[in-house]
């Protein structure tokens, strides 16, 4: 259980499900061990969480079957982030959202050849459904995209804090776009993923533990929280602690109602709980 007691209802914004019965896209950057529904629901009951959004890994692709399948596992207490193409037809959209899914990722680390000046349109279509756009891309792609991801017609959730480059993340001009967006209301960020990016490493990641306050301190109305279970690549040697990273939250947010507004209040808004 983590250090401090979990408000009703705190979520998880940020997870993924693997299962090998399912094929890997082919220009999948790896292939993930399992980890199945019931091995997330037993990580969710250890840490007092009550609702869960799982995020299309790019193992899978625009396949969402596997992400559509553990949706109906989960039932109303989950939401599903999806990975589409940008001609997807507008009914595949409403069987998504029927089914749970409030987001579209885009990975611009990839190379897939998705650009930030494609994703306009399609924040174009999927904003009025009450989607966002969830964006995975380092700080310079961050910055060198500020004018598209400033001016999209749906809300972005930038994910894993922006990955931005230690040692003086706060100093890049991604971290800039980051604060824009959060400033005026366009956008969240997750503090999700610090042990992929600290270079310190557990218990308390402190590094980039600096990057987490920045943002609490600045935006307190700008924030989720994910774990990134099961933690399947990073720069860390062990797996990571999924208790200890839900209690740097008590460090990074110390106040209990602002832990309850980026666990419950925010969740809510952003994914139509």
């Known amino acids: 259980m983590p250090n401090f007691a979990m408000p009703a209802l705190a979520t998880d914004c940020h997870h993924h499900i693997y299962d090998a019965r399912f094929p890997s896209a082919p220009d999948a950057p790896f292939a993930p061990p399992d980890a199945s529904v019931a091995d997330y629901q037993a990580v969710q009951a250890q840490l007092g969480l009550a609702r869960n959004v799982i995020v299309q890994p790019s ?77 995975v891309a380092n700080g310079k792609q961050i910055a060198a995209q500020r004018n598209v991801l400033t001016s999209l017609e749906a809300p972005l959730v930038v994910d894993h804090m922006g990955l931005l480059p230690l040692p003086f993340p706060m100093e890049h001009p991604g971290f ?38 920045a943002l609490v301190a600045a935006f307190p109305h700008g924030l989720l929280w994910g774990s990134d279970w099961p933690h399947v690549a990073g720069r860390f040697t062990h797996k990571p602690d999924d208790a200890q990273l839900l209690a740097l939250l008590a460090q990074w947010c110390p106040e209990e109602r602002l832990r309850e507004r980026v666990l419950v209040d925010h969740p809510a808004q952003v994914y139509g709980f």
């Open 59 to 135: 193992t899978y692709g625009f396949d969402n079957r596997l992400l559509l399948r553990a949706l109906s596992e989960f039932g109303p207490s989950a939401r599903g982030v999806a990975v589409v193409p940008l001609d997807i037809a507008d009914e595949e959209l409403d069987r998504l959202h029927a089914a749970g899914v409030r987001g579209a990722r885009v990975n611009l680390l990839l190379g897939s050849g998705t650009t930030a000046e494609q994703i306009k349109p399609l924040a174009r279509r999927i904003g009025p459904r009450g989607w966002h756009v969830q964006l």
């Open 176 to 213: 800039a776009v980051i604060a824009d967006l959060l400033s005026t209301g366009r956008g969240w960020v997750k503090l999700s993923g610090v042990c992929n990016l600290s270079e310190v490493g557990p218990p308390y990641y402190s590094d980039y533990s600096e990057v987490a306050r």
